[in-house]
Nanobody, 125 residues
Framework: QVQLVESGGGLVQAGGSLRLSCAAT????????MGWFRQAPGKEREFVAA????????YYADSVKGRFTISRDNAKNTVYLRMNSLKSEDTAAYYC??????????????????WGQGTQVIVSS
């Protein structure tokens, strides 16, 4: 059974930092694009970031560029999202994804084959 399990969410003050982790089990995702989406209450789900299987290509939403950094460790089947300078508008449930297509296609379509259950991030102002 394929699972993506997120961790690292929580409550943080504006301007603070968090690092989300997503561990994949059930299969190897070393050849897959991995990424993050988020959904705030009452809002549509939105793309946050994606990283290609060989770490050669990174994609970020304009709203997080310069503040968030995505990385991955294929040996650990894990993807990370380092979030700095957090703002109240970053408050959302964050979902890890994995997909065999490119990061650009994941970004453009807003979809992915595999999804985690989500981890909540709350930024207090």
């Amino acid at each position: 059974q394929v699972q993506l399990v997120e961790s690292g969410g929580g409550l943080v003050q504006a301007g603070g930092s968090l690092r989300l982790s997503c561990a994949a089990t059930g299969r190897t995702f070393s050849s897959y694009t991995m990424g993050w989406f988020r959904q705030a209450p009452g809002k549509e789900r939105e793309f946050v970031a994606a990283i290609s299987w060989n770490v050669g290509n990174l994609y970020y939403a304009d709203s997080v560029k310069g503040r968030f950094t995505i990385s991955r460790d294929n040996a650990k089947n894990t993807v990370y999202l380092r979030m700095n300078s957090l703002k109240s508008e970053d408050t959302a449930a964050y979902y890890c994804v994995a997909d065999p297509r490119t990061g650009m296609e994941v970004y453009r379509t807003g979809s992915a084959d595999y999804w985690g259950q989500g981890t909540q991030v709350i930024v207090s102002s």
